[in-house]
């Protein structure tokens, strides 16, 4: 079962993991309760009533969080997942335990397994907070639009942009469509580990890390 909130973030996610989930021969269903007043033990009780054995969590943590106590209270056994906003340090100080070895999928890499941009890596972690490494990539990337191209104003960088061009940045190499959107986009799975994320795995093969 895929739980959201009806606010900005979430109910994409859900959607995707019930379309999956339905590819895949799997029966699905989602589950929405309120962001701006939350009930949690009555969205609990809600999500209980229709007995699912998997739970995947899609919104952030400061929302969506405080369900999870409120499932385990009201005798939640099954499992939980979590999606790009339970990727934090929030989750890890107030749910270790409840989400122990839970998977949480994000689109940010294992650097430290990423032997190429290694040198990149020193460099950007040397002025920058590691959540912010998508935004080193989009610099890199405009960087290496412009070096290709000796684009020198906005109109050539956006054509420059445009072409299937493969580019090589700090969190993995990117090709883009006409749109903007990323070609074929990986994700990386985190079980919550005691205090700390530990990678397991990438939802399809990437020569980009060990």
């Known amino acids: 079962m895929a739980v959201t909130q009806d606010g900005d973030y979430g109910a994409d996610v859900a959607g995707g993991f019930i379309d999956q989930a339905a590819a895949l021969g799997m029966k699905s269903r989602g589950y929405v309760f309120a962001w701006d007043k939350p009930d949690y033990a009555g969205a609990a009780k809600g999500i209980l009533a229709k007995n699912p054995d998997y739970i995947y969590l899609c919104g952030e943590t400061k ?24 990727f934090n340090r929030t989750t890890l100080d107030k749910y270790a335990d409840a989400l122990s070895e839970s998977l949480v999928s994000t689109s940010f890499p294992p650097l430290e397994r990423a032997p190429d941009v290694a040198n990149a890596l020193a460099d950007f972690r040397a002025h920058a907070t590691a959540l912010s490494a998508f935004g080193y990539a989009a610099a890199q990337i405009v960087l290496s639009a412009s070096r290709r191209t000796n684009a ?26 006409a749109n903007g959107d990323p070609i074929d986009p990986n994700l990386y799975f985190y079980p919550v580990t005691g205090e700390s994320f530990k990678f397991t795995a990438p939802s399809h093969p990437t020569a980009f890390r060990l």
Do not use: N
């Not at 099954?78 to 790009?84: C, H, Q």
């Not at 054509?159 to 969190?171: C, E, G, R």
């Open 152 to 177: 020198t104003d906005r109109l050539a960088m956006l054509s420059a942009l445009q072409a299937p061009v493969s580019y090589d940045t700090i969190v993995g190499s990117f090709q883009f469509g």
């Open 63 to 86: 929302d969506l969080g405080p369900l999870v106590p409120a499932l385990k209270a009201a005798g939640y056994k099954g499992g939980f997942g979590a999606s790009e906003g339970f």
